[in-house]
């Protein structure tokens, strides 16, 4: 399933629609304001919350949890030393899948064992930060478009 994740430009917090291959918005993410390390609602079109994201504050570098309701569901942890390349280990208890970048963070390849996954780049030449994310077919699309999330916060924090 192709989707495009796409920042909100104004917004309090950091605030992303999510498009299918069609150009219809399937979900919204709702950065809080108002938390102590960053937070996000993942929520369908009518408002129901399908995960929340919590950055972890006491983490050898960045690292975040995913909920589904109260249980703990992903956590997403950025690997503190690479070289040229960034990458992150998404563990959901039995399945552990990593995602490794460019040197500049704007492409990324999921991948579980040597199989890719999924890819996400980051389209040039926007206003706000705009994602195409290419998911493989079983996967699980929210897991993946919510590490995304993490990935676009993680290495591009402080870039308002």
Request: one cysteine or more; glycine letters at 8%.
């Amino acid at each position: 399933m192709r989707y495009m994740m796409k920042q909100k430009l104004f917004s309090w917090g950091d605030d992303y629609y999510i498009k299918d291959a069609n150009g219809e918005d399937r979900f919204y993410i709702d950065g809080k304001v108002f938390s102590l390390g960053n937070q996000f609602s993942f929520q369908d079109l009518a408002g129901s919350e399908l995960c929340f994201i919590k950055q972890v504050l006491l983490s050898w570098g960045q690292s975040y949890e995913i909920y589904k309701g109260d249980q703990l569901w992903a956590t997403v942890q950025k690997e503190l030393f690479t070289f040229f390349k960034c990458r992150f280990e998404v563990d959901s208890g039995s399945d552990h899948v990593e995602a490794t970048g460019d040197f500049l963070d704007h492409a990324y390849t999921f991948t579980r064992g040597d199989r890719p996954i999924a890819e996400v780049s980051m389209q040039w030449f926007t206003l706000a930060d705009t994602y195409g994310v290419d998911i493989a077919e079983g996967e699980d699309d929210i897991l993946v478009l919510a590490a995304t999330v993490v990935i676009d916060m993680a290495c591009h924090a402080g870039k308002d």
